[in-house]
């Protein structure tokens, strides 16, 4: 909860400005569609880093977990804390790196399970655990392509025989994680896949019995089925977006994550007036001028300036001149009659119009994660549903 949302004051203001609406039957149902995917031996491991790519993790992880999810994967300690003082009881992995006893600690009071990627870090664990008398489950990061996190896949076997010797560990998992799952060509993946068969091949040779296996992202879970393994680790898809075009056949998923902002003055420019800072922008002719309340501090990124249109009316609506911090202006020429806080569709629908977080990527040269994880906290996440009158709702 943020502190402000505390005072009654200021929680009736949540959505006066700008906000991003979530649907949590949208989550449900992207989860309910992945498990439709997997057979019953695969679990699904709902990916929440990052505050959920944007959309708040606790909300999203609950609903995941309601809809068949039965793990979590957070990047740090603090996002799996956030987990557990909300009261969430599943398996909690931290797919980053941790590393100091301050960390191991951390993981052992909250039940997060820890990724181990090098011998030295499982020493250090081992000894921390070991004068804690805690006994922790580990899961084993094999780099087999990605050159990120974990131990290189040639060195499997002695890892494992390490990891294995080491007291206080117990191998919860073995995984990988692929560099070039979205791509059309199936190249990078299949080496990768190789290697990783290989590593395992190695373990099996020796006669170390296998623990939990997964690869899988988004794009590896909907490329092919053979990769879901004992587990795949599902994020993007599960926020409604599409980790590739070439994959948009497979799976029937619902956008999750609409933005919105107010008018908060509109005005009549002369031709030949300049717009917001640099002047970016002149009028051609005269035009009708919106303000409204959302900027590049609230994440829409600055670099959509004269780029990008939003929805009014069910109407695409041109956004003209710099996008400011806090603030941005609209050609509304089209609708004269435009009030006082109507509400603008940043991304979302509109009527039969949409415009997703893709739409941004492709314009600023980027990917849709970077685009979902890039709204700040100023903006609150309010579940679809809760504002009801458009103009002025009620907010609980
Ligand atoms: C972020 C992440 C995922 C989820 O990837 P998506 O492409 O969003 O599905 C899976 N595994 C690991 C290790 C990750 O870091």
Not at 324 to 330: G, R, S, V
Request: charged fraction near 15%; aromatic fraction near 6%.
């Amino acid at each position: 909860m943020l502190s402000w949302e505390r005072s009654p004051s200021l929680a009736s203001m949540r959505c006066d400005r700008a906000w991003v609406e979530i649907s949590l039957p949208a989550i449900a149902s992207n989860v309910r569609e992945f498990k439709r995917l997997l057979s019953p031996r695969t679990e699904l491991m709902a990916v929440v880093k990052a505050d959920a790519y944007g959309h708040g993790a606790v909300t999203v992880a609950q609903t995941a977990l309601a809809a068949g999810a039965s793990w979590l994967g957070v990047a740090t300690i603090p996002e799996g804390i956030e987990l557990r003082e909300a009261g969430i009881q599943s398996p909690v992995l931290v797919l980053g790196a941790t590393n100091t006893p301050e960390q191991i600690r951390a993981q052992v009071r909250w039940r997060l399970q820890p990724t181990l990627c090098t011998p030295q870090q499982a020493l250090v664990f081992s000894e921390t655990l070991e004068s804690l008398n805690q006994s922790v489950p580990v899961h084993l990061k094999i780099d087999t392509g990605m050159s990120r996190l974990g131990v290189p896949w040639q060195q499997v076997a002695e890892f494992v025989g390490l990891v294995r010797r080491l007291p206080n560990l117990t191998i919860a998992s073995i995984y990988s994680h692929f560099a070039t799952a979205d791509s059309p060509d199936p190249t990078g993946m299949q080496q990768q896949q190789a290697r990783f068969q290989a590593a395992i091949g190695l373990l099996q040779a020796v006669g170390i019995p296998l623990p939990r296996l997964h690869f899988a992202n988004s794009a590896a879970t909907l490329t092919d089925p053979a990769l879901h393994l004992d587990m795949v680790r599902v994020g993007l898809a599960i926020y409604g977006l599409y980790p590739a075009e070439h994959l948009k056949q497979t799976v029937d998923l619902q956008p999750v994550l609409q933005v919105k902002a107010r008018v908060t003055q509109v005005k009549t420019l002369e031709a030949g007036t300049g717009v917001s800072y640099g002047y970016q922008f002149i009028a051609s002719k005269e035009m009708r001028l919106a303000v409204v309340g959302i900027g590049y501090a609230d994440g829409v990124p600055r670099n959509l300036s004269n780029k990008m249109s939003v929805l009014v009316r069910g109407q695409m609506v041109p956004q003209v001149g710099a996008i400011t911090m806090d603030q941005m202006m609209l050609d509304a020429s089209s609708i004269p009659d435009l009030q006082v806080g109507e509400v603008v569709t940043l991304l979302g629908c509109d009527g039969a119009s949409q415009i997703c977080a893709e739409d941004w990527a492709a314009k600023l040269g980027t990917i849709s994660w970077e685009i979902l994880c890039g709204f700040k906290h100023r903006l609150p996440r309010v579940p679809v549903g809760q504002l009801s009158a458009e103009k002025q709702p009620t907010v609980q």
